[in-house]
């Protein structure tokens, strides 16, 4: 599977962003799919996570309420809508992608595919 993450820019605080993981590969639908994010000097942190069929969620506590992940596994997408940004959020965000049918992980090294980043700025 090949990822492709967009729409990340720069945006006021209390923004709205919408981000894109565009997956390749007619398995797509057999993949959990996770949204982390990395701050210039920070450790790479989970931002949300979605499981194969969309059916079950979850988000770190810093993004709960603000942010939204779903897929279109007809399309290959997975989105990740971002409301009410912080300069707090302002990270390359990654979307990575792991095989399997069962429960999705906040863990980044459970995951097997990484897109190339895409960079959220939000200025106060």
């Known amino acids: 599977v090949q990822l492709q993450a967009s729409g990340g820019g720069l945006v006021q605080a209390g923004g709205s962003l919408r981000l894109s993981c565009a997956a390749s590969?007619?398995?797509?639908?057999?993949?959990?799919v996770g949204w982390f994010r990395q701050a210039p000097g920070k450790e790479r942190d989970f931002v949300a996570h979605?499981?194969?069929?969309?059916?079950?969620?979850a988000y770190a506590d810093s993004v709960k309420g603000r942010f939204t992940i779903s897929r279109t596994n007809a399309e290959n997408t997975v989105s990740l809508q971002m409301n009410s940004l912080k300069p707090d959020d302002t990270a390359v965000y990654y979307c990575?992608?792991?095989?399997?049918?069962?429960?999705?992980?906040?863990?980044?090294?459970?995951?097997?595919?990484w897109g190339q980043g895409t960079q959220v700025t939000v200025s106060s």
């Open positions: 590969g007619r398995t797509f639908s057999r993949y959990a």
């Open positions: 990575a992608a792991r095989y399997g049918l069962g429960p999705p992980t906040s863990r980044d090294y459970e995951y097997d595919y």
């Open positions: 979605v499981n194969w069929s969309g059916g079950s969620t």
